[in-house]
């Protein structure tokens, strides 16, 4: 079973940075993709990057520019580096993991991590 650590959240003023990284241990599969969402209370979770094996990113429009994930598909860790952080990055931001599944296989399945907390204020 997949365990999902996350480390690096806080409280930083807006306009600072901030890491968020994420290791990933245990799985019996190999990984496809590693990514950060983020949840505010009374919303949704929402995707904020990802990173696939293959090399493929993708980001939320709103972070575009300023956050980057990188990857190091060895080790399974992903680091969100945030830059030009603003209050409405404010949330709890969760790593995800996907492994590649075989099919039909049951114990094998994306798993989460609890989450860090991350706060933008002056």
């Known amino acids: 079973q997949i365990q999902v650590m996350e480390s690096g959240g806080g409280l930083v003023q807006p306009g600072e940075s901030l890491n968020l990284s994420c290791v990933a241990s245990?799985?019996?599969?190999?990984?496809?993709?590693m990514g950060w969402f983020r949840q505010t209370p009374g919303q949704e979770r929402e995707r904020v990057a990802r990173t696939t094996s293959g090399g493929t990113t993708n980001y939320l429009d709103s972070v575009a520019g300023r956050f980057t994930i990188s990857r190091d598909t060895r080790k399974n860790t992903a680091v969100l580096q945030m830059n030009s952080l603003k209050s409405e990055d404010t949330g709890v931001y969760y790593c995800k993991v996907e492994p590649i599944c075989p099919w039909g296989a049951r114990d094998c399945s994306d798993t989460w991590g609890q989450g860090t907390q991350v706060t933008v204020s002056s």
């Open positions: 245990g799985s019996r599969y190999p990984i496809n993709a």
